[in-house]
T-cell receptor
Framework: EPEVTQTPSHQVTQMGQEVILRCVPISNHLYFYWYRQILGQKVEFLVSFYNNEISEKSEIFDDQFSVERPDGSNFTLKIRSTKLEDSAMYFC???????????FGPGTRLTVL | RKEVEQDPGPFNVPEGATVAFNCTYSNSASQSFFWYRQDCRKEPKLLMSVYSSGNEDGRFTAQLNRASQYISLLIRDSKLSDSATYLCVVPFSGYSTLTFGKGTMLLVSP
């Protein structure tokens, strides 16, 4: 069964450093998403991406965040200058055209020290 | 404002019990609804989609009341493996951006 994959599974970084989180969505999907979940809190939407551009973003997704689809398979989330409060699980999700079901990757746990 | 509210939990039930979770949502225009299951420190996994008045899949039944903007999930004959957090999830935009409830934790004991 096709699945969304994410790398790395765990990233530890120093405050102020840049990080890039990588995702490989399901191959025939066209809509891509990033969500985050701070420990003990609910899953929160960050950004959606369709047709090579951002289609929607939340107030969390400020100028420190960017997304890219550098090739036909990868979808990345970059945080330019990490803050302590960026520590969270980051989930990538994708969906196809026929249904609106989103499939989630296993997540990247980001720890900012 | 995009709001999805769930029973706070946790629910502690013995094996074999029937348990029901409730969820209310604020956007009357939402057309589809989802229950996801999340195990500790894992990704959300789709349990059930709800598009009309309800859906049933084995021991799991979801019901939708559009007038009251209310969704429920019923689990019959609980198993130990049902222990998880159950997330009520509602798309709030044309791009199906998902808004999650805080989740209700279920603990099934022997």
């Amino acid at each position: 069964e096709p699945e969304v994959t994410q790398t790395p599974s765990h990233q530890v970084t120093q405050m102020g450093q840049e990080v890039i989180l990588r995702c490989v969505p399901i191959s025939n999907h066209l809509y891509f998403y990033w969500y985050r979940q701070i420990l003990g809190q609910k899953v929160e939407f960050l950004v959606s991406f369709y047709n090579n551009e951002i289609s929607e973003k939340s107030e969390i997704f400020d100028d420190q965040f960017s997304v890219e689809r550098p090739d036909g398979s990868n979808f990345t989330l970059k945080i330019r200058s990490t803050k302590l409060e960026d520590s969270a699980m980051y989930f990538c999700a994708s969906r196809g055209v026929v249904t609106d079901t989103q499939y989630f990757g296993p997540g990247t746990r980001l720890t900012v020290l | 404002r995009k709001e999805v509210e769930q029973d706070p939990g946790p629910f502690n039930v013995p094996e074999g019990a029937t348990v029901a979770f409730n969820c209310t949502y604020s956007n009357s225009a939402s057309q589809s609804f989802f229950w996801y299951r999340q195990d500790c420190r894992k990704e959300p996994k789709l349990l059930m989609s709800v598009y009309s008045s309800g859906n049933e899949d084995g021991r799991f039944t979801a019901q939708l009341n559009r007038a009251s903007q209310y969704i429920s999930l019923l689990i019959r004959d609980s198993k130990l493996s049902d222990s998880a957090t159950y997330l009520c999830v509602v798309p709030f935009s044309g791009y199906s951006t998902l808004t999650f409830g805080k989740g209700t934790m279920l603990l099934v004991s022997p």
